[in-house]
């Protein structure tokens, strides 16, 4: 195994060139982008080499900063995550992840098939000891003086018992403390209601270990949040399953959409005001740029060894970058190494209070 990555001194991240909806240019876009304001990242950039090492050329940034390992296969959208895992070796999405398995990136960033990412990457980099189900957190834009929360899991697995509820608290406290610094995270469970007694059998027995686990995991338990706490400051973590996560994402990402659509309808539809837009064109264009989800690409896998990024299948250069940034940030603060520790302790704590001896009363 490689013990250093390939670039000294510099944090590299390996990227899979292929398998996004805007193809290999856009990827070597949003790397140059990257690589002109950070001048501490370096690149493995998988795909086919006579491709990329064209588009490479043109940007004049990455000179020395990108090595390439070349790929024949792409993994489509399409192809199930069941026949990559089997017949993916070839392919720039298993050599993205090789490369972290191998030493020779921080971390990975693909804007391919979600499920094959996720598959190939337990499959590859496995689970951290003491996780039954990884997650997938994402950064979602709220009242929160740090401009986000971070919301889990969106679409890894679609169940979730109490006890991954617990784990994905955990690993969502973990990634805000590391990359939000927020020194002790404010937790919600999202549930149909704030009442103790509302929601599944499964969400209040996770409202019980979560609330157990707060004081020794270091985070401080707010109980349930509804759907409209997301994008609050009730909490910063929000927990939920990957099937309510996921419909949770993409209606908010419609949403965002009809709403622009809507606006520029607005401003269109008299003389005055398209004057008024113009008067507010400073105002509209901070608007945008704060819930332009490209500007927070990037979901992380929770719950492996080793730092991987989906970026969204139609990312362009800023959306790319975005992801890199963000895998590079992760990298810097040491949050898969502090991961694994915060999954290990409490694991052990779980371990320790299931041989205790019961309380008086219980």
């Known amino acids: 195994m490689t013990e250093q990555p390939t670039h000294t001194g510099r944090i590299t991240i390996s990227v899979d060139a292929m398998g996004g909806d805007s193809g290999p240019a856009a990827v070597v876009a949003g790397i140059a982008q990257s690589a002109s304001k950070n001048p501490d990242i370096a690149f493995v950039l998988h795909g ?28 489509t959208m399409e192809d199930k995550p069941s026949q990559v895992v089997r017949n993916g070796k070839q392919t720039s999405m298993w050599s993205t992840l090789e490369s972290v ?8 960033v693909s804007c391919g098939n979600t499920g094959a990412l996720m598959a190939l990457s337990m499959m590859r980099l496995r689970k951290l000891p003491g996780v039954n189900r990884p997650a997938i957190a994402i950064l979602w834009p709220s009242r929160n003086p740090q401009g986000f929360n971070v919301m889990l899991d969106v679409g890894a697995d679609v169940r979730a018992d109490a006890k ?26 999202l ?53 309510t996560g996921n419909v949770a994402i993409k209606t908010g990402e419609g949403t965002a959409s009809l709403i622009g659509d ?24 901070r608007l945008k740029k704060r819930i332009d989800p490209r500007r927070v690409n990037g979901g992380v896998f929770l719950g492996l060894n080793g730092t991987v990024i989906k970026s969204h299948g139609g990312a362009d250069a800023t959306g790319v970058s975005a992801a890199v940034k963000l895998a590079f940030t992760l990298a810097q603060s040491g949050f898969a190494e502090k991961l694994a520790a915060r999954v ?6 779980a371990q320790d209070a299931a041989h205790a001896p019961p309380k008086a009363g219980e």
């Open 48 to 75: 086919p080499e006579q491709v990329l090492s064209k588009l490479v050329a043109k940007r004049r940034v990455l000179q020395g900063r990108v090595v390439f390992r070349d790929c024949p296969d792409v993994v």
């Open 101 to 108: 398995r191998q030493g020779e990136a921080h971390g990975a």
């Open 164 to 189: 991954d509820l617990l784990q994905y608290a955990l690993m969502g406290a973990s990634y805000a403390r590391n990359g939000m610094a927020l020194e002790r995270p404010r937790i919600g469970l």
């Open 191 to 243: 549930n149909v209601g704030t009442e103790e007694h509302k929601g599944r059998a499964e969400l209040k027995e996770a409202h019980a270990m979560i609330s157990d686990f707060a004081d020794r995991a270091s985070f401080d338990f707010v109980g349930f949040v509804e759907g409209s706490d997301i994008p609050g400051d009730k909490a910063d973590v929000i927990v939920t399953d990957g099937f």
């Open 262 to 285: 809507l606006l520029r309808q607005a401003f269109k539809y008299s003389p005055l005001s398209r004057l008024a837009s113009v008067l507010a064109i400073t105002s509209l264009q």
């Open 344 to 349: 290990a302790s409490t694991a052990e704590l």
